[in-house]
């Protein structure tokens, strides 16, 4: 089984997707940005061979690269688990003839329009929405959609250039903010709470499901820079809440014709309990989820992806033992971190239930909030019991304060 995985080096946890490439069999060949003498030393003994290329992004140039590095050699898959290179896999498997998602399918996971259409074909609840590529055509959308509205990147990632906007007003404004952004989706704002629906799929049928929820919502964690976002998995996914959730997951997946692989989808739940699409990549979640979904069942997803993706099989026990919940915390101030407040208290009242405990030290710069959700660091806990681990989120939001200095 040859396998060749794209960027195994960024972002940092593609390592452990390499890692379980490497572990059920496959030999990985690995192609990314990073030289050859710079590859992280925990990388090295899951590769089989590398190549080094200039950009990573400059398609064209990565295909031809790639194709005439491995002639002559049979490879059996193409993946990618990084959100800016799933159409890059595409279109190396399509030029090669390999098994897996075409061009066309991975395109309806990467633009925001285009899968939105797809799900509403199915008679699934999509928020509606325009897409836009000049002011006028904007202006025109938001008249035809109200307020509020959302407007944001039909390929965006992170809630990069995503806005909430009241009235005509603000939309004069926010246009100029826009003007970098080629192609917008315009569409209406759903109201509500926001989760996840990720799965890790074998022909399109979810062998491993998971929900989160985000507390706050994406558009505020990204907008607020007080908020100590959380991103809580729920253990009891069978809660009749999220009926309408799980139902509206698994048919989007066969609306877009998914294959193998990571899927990572959000929707609402709005207060009449509807639940509406948000947006769905064909890849994992960042920002740890994956952590989490292994501390939810105690399993190794890592793996279990490789398999699925090289075997076409899942091994790991699905059963969901706890809810685990990421705090990620944003120090006060500019600078580099100076102290930590509430910790060790923090850490007492959870006890056990602690499982990772990643905030900066002392010494360290700060990062910046507003490019990574990890912000200056995580704590991790998990609880069998939602309200518990709802409630040690919560203390570690408001009893941990990270504080930096110039
Ligand atoms: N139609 C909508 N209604 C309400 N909130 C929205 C809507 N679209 C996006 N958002 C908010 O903006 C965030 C980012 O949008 P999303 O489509 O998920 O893009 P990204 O790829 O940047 O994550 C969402 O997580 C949600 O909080
Ligand atoms: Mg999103």
Redesign the pocket.
């Known amino acids: 089984m040859r396998v060749v995985f794209l960027a195994p080096v960024y972002p940092p946890e593609m390592i452990e997707y390499a890692r379980g490439l490497a572990e059920v069999g496959a030999a990985v060949y690995g192609v990314g940005e990073t030289p050859r003498d710079a590859l992280p030393g925990r990388l090295r003994p899951y590769l089989h061979d590398y190549l080094h290329v200039p950009r990573i992004m400059t398609e064209d140039d990565v295909i031809d690269r790639v194709t005439a590095w491995l002639r002559g050699v049979s490879v059996d898959r193409v993946v990618a688990n990084w ?1 800016p290179l799933v159409i890059l896999a595409a279109r190396i498997r399509e030029r090669w003839g390999l098994p897996g998602m075409s061009v066309d399918t991975v395109t309806a996971f990467r633009d ?1 329009q285009l899968m939105k259409e797809r799900v509403a074909a199915a008679g699934l609840r999509v ?1 509606k ?1 325009r897409r836009v590529r000049t002011e006028s055509e904007t202006l025109a959308a938001a008249e035809e959609l109200g307020y ?3 407007v ?2 039909i ?8 806005y ?1 906007v009241e009235s005509r007003t603000e939309l004069d404004g926010i246009l100029v903010k826009m003007r970098g952004v080629g192609e917008a ?1 315009c ?6 709470e ?1 989760f996840t629906f990720d799965a890790v799929s074998r022909g399109g049928i979810p062998a491993y499901e998971n929900i989160a929820q ?1 507390l ?7 907008s607020l820079e007080w908020v100590s976002p959380i991103i809580l998995t729920v253990r009891d996914m069978a809660h009749p809440r999220l009926a309408g959730g799980v139902a509206l997951g698994r048919n989007v997946l066969k609306a877009l014709g998914m294959g193998d692989g990571f899927t990572h989808m ?1 929707w ?1 739940l709005t207060p009449k309990g509807e639940a ?1 699409f ?2 769905i ?1 064909c890849r994992p979640g960042g920002a740890h989820l994956v952590d989490q979904m292994n501390y939810t069942s105690d399993i190794d997803l890592f793996r279990e992806w490789a398999r699925v993706v090289c075997w076409g099989t899942f091994e790991a026990p699905t059963t969901r033992l706890y809810n685990a919940g990421i705090i990620f915390k944003r120090a006060i101030g500019h600078g580099t971190i100076a102290r930590i407040e509430g910790l060790g208290d923090w850490l007492r009242m959870c006890g056990d239930s602690v499982v990772e405990e990643k905030l900066l030290r002392p010494g360290t710069p700060r990062r910046n909030w507003k490019n990574t959700l990890l912000s200056d660091g995580h704590v991790l806990v998990r609880h069998p019991d939602w309200a518990e681990a709802h409630r040690m989120c919560v203390a570690a939001a408001t009893g941990i304060r990270m504080y930096a200095e110039p």
């Open positions: 959100e925001k928020p929405s509020p509205l959302i944001k990147p390929a965006g990632a992170g809630s990069a250039d995503t909430k989706s569409e209406e704002y759903i109201d509500g926001e985000y706050p919502k994406p558009l505020e964690m990204r959000e609402f509406v948000g947006e990549g």
